[in-house]
């Protein structure tokens, strides 16, 4: 089999034999490049093997997320969540994915990314069941994005018109994490010179069990670009001796460093190492942008409940640090300014007037760091 990136063919691999051929190392993906080793000892080419399962996996929606398991149900894939069943989802549904342009093709089998390509093609709509949990339907084509989109929130992608779009959900009674998602993207709004971030908007969608109350956001991955999550770069990184944060500084500042800063100002506790990354250039495999901001659903949800969370270890580089000590270690790296009207309108307005309290928590810590 072929791991393509689009038409480009990067790695050969024969699981069952036990080979594993790189072909494109400056196109592999970050996880896998530089990793794969030359020698022809049995331990390395199990590790060859083992770094391909485990790539091949990581690409694989978990069990965990809600409505998974209805999800794989209505592919008739076996709910085992091992890594050798991950791998054959992985290979079943070809890996395609909406955030890149990876995708695993048959040794002799004719394909063009433009048929496989499901960012410029129709999709299956399993929304309702991505959101609900339900649906009667047995689905047997598995070239779609629900078994590749990472997260525990439950969620699902939809053509609006000609657009792509993201719908998320969550399984609280108040719909608390999807609310504050949508005010945290607002609030994110209000500062300037900043890393560009996801805008989410609300909706309500009818579902087979009722109405829900959801985010929105567009697919922000267009083809040209591959999104690389930050795990990925940082393993790259320690292969090739790389200071990855100094790095990151030296080619980004500001708009790296203030991800860590918006983070402590909206309290987002889940900053991890999957949903922060880059964008990857598809012809020439570098590195040429750090990725918008997304995944807001836990930002603010302290705030909402009153719970003091600015001592919650950050999971932004898996150190010991909290998220308001990276703040404060990268505030000075940053030139964010805040629009201090705007966030009062905002606060002001009918729609947030019972999240005052929300607002006061969010403006202090703005006033702690010294941005206002």
Same mark, same amino acid.
């Given at each position: 089999?072929?791991?393509?990136?689009?038409?480009?063919?990067?790695? #050969?691999?024969?699981?069952?034999?036990?080979?594993?051929?790189?072909?494109?190392?400056? &196109?592999? +993906?970050?996880? &896998?490049?530089?990793?794969?080793?030359? @020698?022809?000892?049995?331990?390395?080419?199990?590790?060859?093997?083992?770094?391909?399962?485990?790539?091949?996996?990581? !690409?694989?929606?978990? *069990?965990?997320?809600?409505?998974?398991? %209805?999800?794989?149900?209505?592919?008739? /894939?076996?709910?085992?969540?091992?890594?050798?069943? =991950?791998?054959?989802?992985?290979?079943?549904?070809?890996?395609?994915?909406?955030?890149?342009?990876?995708?695993?093709?048959?040794?002799?089998?004719?394909?063009?990314?433009?048929?496989?390509? /499901?960012? %410029?093609? %129709?999709?299956?709509?399993?929304?309702?069941?991505?959101?609900?949990?339900?649906? +009667?339907?047995?689905?047997?084509?598995? /070239?779609? +994005?629900?078994?590749?989109?990472?997260?525990?929130?439950?969620?699902?992608?939809?053509?609006?018109?000609?657009?792509?779009? *993201?719908?998320?959900?969550?399984?609280?009674?108040?719909?608390?994490?999807?609310?504050?998602?949508?005010?945290?993207?607002?609030?994110?709004?209000?500062?300037?010179? !900043?890393?560009?971030?996801?805008?989410?908007?609300?909706?309500?969608?009818?579902?087979? =069990?009722?109405?829900?109350?959801? @985010?929105?956001? %567009?697919?922000?991955?267009?083809?040209?670009?591959?999104?690389?999550?930050?795990?990925?770069?940082?393993?790259?990184?320690?292969?090739?001796?790389?200071?990855?944060?100094?790095?990151?500084?030296?080619?980004?500042?500001?708009?790296?460093?203030?991800?860590?800063?918006?983070?402590?100002?909206?309290?987002?506790?889940?900053?991890?190492?999957?949903?922060?990354?880059?964008?990857?250039?598809?012809?020439?495999? @570098?590195?040429?942008?750090?990725?918008?901001?997304?995944?807001?659903?836990?930002?603010?949800?302290?705030?909402?409940?009153?719970?003091?969370?600015?001592?919650?270890?950050?999971?932004?580089?898996?150190?010991?640090?909290?998220?308001?000590? &990276?703040?404060?270690? #990268?505030?000075? #790296?940053?030139?964010?300014?805040?629009?201090?009207?705007?966030?009062?309108?905002?606060?002001?307005?009918? !729609?947030?007037?019972? &999240?005052? #309290?929300?607002?006061?928590?969010?403006?202090?810590?703005?006033?702690?760091?010294?941005?206002?």
């Amino acid at each position: 089999m072929y791991l393509m990136l689009k038409n480009t063919e990067v790695l #050969y691999f024969d699981l069952e034999d036990f080979v594993v051929e790189v072909i494109r190392n400056d &196109l592999l +993906p970050y996880c &896998l490049r530089s990793n794969i080793r030359l @020698s022809t000892k049995m331990k390395d080419i199990l590790h060859n093997i083992q770094e391909v399962k485990a790539y091949l996996s990581s !690409r694989v929606l978990s *069990l965990s997320r809600d409505n998974a398991k %209805q999800i794989y149900a209505a592919f008739q /894939i076996p709910q085992v969540d091992s890594t050798d069943n =991950r791998v054959n989802i992985c290979i079943k549904c070809k890996g395609v994915s909406i955030v890149d342009s990876y995708w695993v093709k048959e040794d002799e089998e004719v394909a063009d990314w433009a048929k496989i390509n /499901i960012r %410029q093609n %129709q999709l299956s709509d399993i929304l309702d069941l991505s959101l609900s949990g339900f649906s +009667p339907t047995i689905t047997t084509n598995p /070239i779609c +994005p629900e078994l590749t989109t990472k997260g525990l929130f439950r969620k699902g992608w939809v053509y609006l018109g000609d657009t792509l779009y *993201l719908l998320k959900s969550d399984k609280t009674n108040e719909y608390v994490n999807t609310r504050m998602e949508v005010l945290a993207s607002e609030i994110l709004e209000c500062f300037h010179n !900043r890393l560009d971030s996801i805008v989410y908007l609300s909706d309500i969608k009818e579902t087979a =069990r009722g109405t829900a109350y959801v @985010s929105i956001c %567009q697919n922000f991955v267009q083809e040209e670009h591959s999104f690389i999550e930050a795990w990925e770069v940082m393993d790259y990184c320690k292969r090739r001796k790389i200071d990855f944060r100094k790095q990151c500084l030296e080619r980004w500042g500001s708009k790296f460093a203030c991800i860590p800063v918006l983070d402590y100002i909206i309290i987002n506790t889940d900053r991890h190492t999957q949903n922060y990354g880059f964008m990857m250039n598809n012809d020439t495999g @570098s590195l040429e942008a750090v990725a918008p901001m997304f995944d807001l659903n836990c930002a603010l949800v302290a705030d909402y409940f009153k719970i003091e969370a600015g001592d919650t270890l950050s999971q932004m580089f898996n150190t010991k640090e909290t998220i308001r000590e &990276l703040a404060f270690q #990268y505030i000075e #790296y940053t030139d964010l300014r805040f629009d201090e009207q705007a966030f009062l309108k905002l606060a002001e307005s009918s !729609r947030y007037r019972a &999240l005052r #309290y929300v607002f006061e928590r969010v403006y202090a810590r703005i006033q702690e760091l010294g941005i206002i």
